[in-house]
Every structure is written in C-alpha cells, then in structure tokens.
C-alpha cells in the first residue's frame, strides 16, 4: 500500500514519502497561483481552484489568502461561500455540503500526530475525514478537528473549537464547542 492509500484510509502514514511531497508542491503552487491573482480576474480564481479540487459545484466563492496541502481531498457544493484566510489540512477528505458560509481565520484540519512520542518522533502521522452538511454557517476563527461530522442547517459559533460530531438544525459554540440550542 501507498502512503498516499495510508493516508487516505486514516492509517499511520510517512507524510515526507516522495509522491507525497510532490503533491504538496503542486498544491502550494496553485494556491500561490490562486492567492497572487488579481481580484478583477474572478474566472481564473475558480479556474484555479477547480484544478486544485476534487470536486467543485457551478457557484463557489473563496477569498484569498487560502491554504490547503492536497486539494485532491477537497470538495465544495453549491454556494459555497469562505471569507479570507481558510486553511484546510486535506490529508483526508474533507466534503461541504451545499450553502455553506465560512467566516475569516477558519480552519479544517484533518491531519493528526500520535500521542506517543516515539511513533510521532518517527514523522508518521494520520488523518480523519470531514464532512460538513447543507446550510451550514461558521463564524470566524473555527477550527474543525479531524473526524468530525457536522450536520444539515447548523451555525456554529466564532471562535468555536469542534472537537466531536454536532447534529442536524442546531447551534453550537465554545472551546470545546457545544450545543446550545435547537434551529
């Protein structure tokens, strides 16, 4: 098996193996690409990251500055909406449903290390995938940790840390985030 397959398959991986790293390179070159071009070249912008991703719907809108480390593990649903600075760690699949808005300072990481210190010393780490339903808001400076699902029509408060599954029509926030109410 490939490290590539060992990551994506959520197992311990070396993330500095050769095709691994040629990834990353051809994915930090077209995120530089995408963040260095002009704001008045709106087509080249999504042109730029429908190569990056592994899917993307008709509508989408992503303010520069964007990270991401594969981009093959990416997809976007209609309306996808994120304001300035979003990261993503896509070293497992990371998949947005439709409407979804995402406020500035974001981040979706689904890239972890062993808590042994010997295995981690060892530079392999693992990754969990994301997945994120229809009519979903974030406000600013989430994170998503790896693993998580979050449901249809949630709003998930500024600043809130989302360490564990949240569920369809609510609201949740806090560091760890939390529900809060009913929608």
């Known amino acids: 098996m490939t490290e590539r397959e060992k990551m994506i398959n959520g197992e311990l991986y070396n993330a500095e193996d050769k095709d691994l790293v040629e990834d990353r390179y051809r994915c930090k070159q077209l995120c530089y690409e995408f963040n260095n071009t002009p704001f008045t070249k709106p087509e080249h912008m999504s042109d730029v990251i429908r190569k990056l991703f592994g899917k993307t719907k008709e509508r989408f809108n992503i303010n520069p500055v964007f990270y991401c480390d594969y981009g093959y593990n990416i997809e976007i649903g209609e309306n996808f909406y994120s304001n300035h600075n979003l990261v993503i760690l896509d070293c497992a699949k ?9 406020g500035p ?4 990481y689904t890239a972890g290390h062993p808590i042994d210190a010997e295995t981690r010393n060892k530079g392999l780490e693992f990754a ?18 790896p693993g998580v699902t979050i449901g249809d029509n949630c709003v998930i408060g500024a600043g809130s840390v989302v360490t564990k599954d949240i569920p369809s029509n609510t609201v949740a926030v806090g560091n760890p985030c939390k529900f809060i109410k009913q929608i």
Request: positive net charge; glycine residues 16%.
């Open 128 to 145: 969990k995938p994301i997945t994120v339903g229809n009519n979903v808001w974030f406000g600013g400076n989430v994170c998503v940790m």
């Open 94 to 102: 990371v998949k947005f449903g439709d409407n979804v808005f995402i």
């Open 105 to 108: 300072n974001c981040g979706f």
